[in-house]
């Protein structure tokens, strides 16, 4: 492909954006002076002031507003403005779709230095015994097993599906022994594409295909959720397959997960359409 028809399609791939969400608004990405975790295709409004866009990556980060430093940096990483003011308005520094807003938190007493809030190992934990756990009266293991007892596929996403009024994907008969199991489905999902995923509606990132020791036999995906609704962070059963923040990694059957354009929910979408 030559470099005049990459730059046409990608034109239109940024026209065909516009015109989904709007003249003017942009997707962003955005990272943290202190935190591993980005994230990606935020969406903005670019009549919103930098005292606004602040809030919305407050939500995010945790870094209040008072202590951010916003800078506005190109996609291969250089900084193309240092500090955004705050009474200014997005659009006056002219961001395109995948630029990034930096956020650099100055405050001297920020649980994110160190790694505070993505190293759990950095936190004292409260860990019950299997004794004390076996007493008590209610727990969600003797809901299982309850549960399983009546319906030995019961699974508990099974149970909020019904609790909430959706349709539950039929289970293959008896237990999964095809180790090509769910072929059809994965050799469509790529690693690193945007992705939705059933029962919920959770969106994130594909970050792992193929088979995972101490899971049944055939194939699963791996996603890393934009939102804290997963169980791990990438480890299944000892072994990693991905890395992400705690609480941020499931794996998935690839008949659950639909990929494509499924950017990262914007928490403040509904009050921008008032700016």
């Not at 591993?36 to 935020?42: A, G, N, R």
């Not at 916003?70 to 006056?92: C, I, M, N, Y």
């Not at 995948?98 to 993505?118: K, T």
């Not at 190992?121 to 209610?138: A, H, L, N, P, T």
Request: glycine fraction near 10%.
């Amino acid at each position: 492909m030559s470099t005049a028809d990459a730059s046409s399609l990608c034109g239109l791939a940024l026209a065909s954006t516009s015109q989904q969400f709007g003249a003017d608004t942009v997707l962003l990405n955005a990272s943290h002076s202190h935190l591993k975790q980005q994230f990606s295709e935020m969406r903005f409004s670019q009549r919103a002031s930098i005292m606004r866009v602040k809030e919305q990556l407050q939500v995010k980060t945790g870094t209040a507003v008072e202590f951010m430093q916003l800078q506005l940096k190109d996609p291969d990483g250089q900084t193309l403005v240092g500090a955004l003011e705050d009474d200014r308005l997005l659009g006056f520094y002219s961001p395109v779709n995948g630029y990034w807003l930096h956020v650099i938190d100055h405050n001297p007493n920020s649980l994110h230095v160190g790694g505070g809030f993505e190293d759990l190992s950095q936190v004292e934990k409260y860990v019950m015994s299997e004794e004390d756990y076996e007493k008590r009266s209610e727990s969600y293991r003797k809901f299982k097993k309850t549960m399983m007892a009546n319906d030995p596929t019961w699974t508990i996403g099974k149970y909020m599906a019904v609790k909430s009024g959706q349709d539950v994907p039929q289970l293959p008969d008896g237990p999964v022994i095809d180790e090509n199991y769910g072929a059809d489905f994965a050799k469509d999902v790529r690693v690193g594409d945007r992705c939705e995923v059933d029962l919920g509606g959770k969106r994130g990132v594909v970050s792992f295909v193929g088979r995972v020791e101490g899971l049944p036999p055939g194939f699963w995906v791996g996603v890393v959720y934009d939102e804290p609704v997963g169980k791990h962070d990438g480890t299944v059963k000892g072994k990693r397959y991905f890395d992400c923040p705690p609480g941020h990694g499931g794996m998935v059957r690839p008949d659950h997960v639909k990929t494509g354009d499924f950017p990262e929910r914007d928490p403040f979408e509904e009050d921008e359409d008032e700016i």
